[in-house]
């Protein structure tokens, strides 16, 4: 197994453990974005919103995974979600996160 294989395993149960304990899926694309493709069920909070938005976040009381086009925007998102209280992990790109779930 090579350090490659380790991350994405580690991520892989990451996100099994949250799906597990109903973590709600935040998209943090554009809505325009998000209205081209988006994993059933998600919720768009668009990156540059995520700070206006964390009071009802953190007021679902569920873990969230984060993701976006590619993984960049969603790891940022996860670090601001982390920083304020709230469970979190980034799910990287949503096209790819759908396919784990």
Not at 40 to 49: F, T, W, Y
Not at 77 to 98: F, H, M, P, Q, T
Request: charged share 20%.
């Amino acid at each position: 197994m090579g350090l490659l294989d380790f991350f994405k395993s580690n991520k892989q149960d990451y996100i099994s453990d949250f799906k597990s304990r109903n973590a709600v899926i935040i998209d943090v694309r554009t809505k325009s974005e998000f209205q081209q493709g988006a994993i059933k069920g998600s919720k768009n909070v668009p990156l540059q919103e995520i700070n206006n938005h964390l009071v009802s976040i953190k007021s679902m009381n569920r873990p969230v995974i984060t993701c976006c086009a590619s993984g960049m925007r969603s790891a940022s998102a996860a670090s601001i979600l982390k920083r304020n209280g709230i469970e979190a992990v980034n799910g990287g790109g949503w096209n790819a996160l759908e396919k784990l779930l």
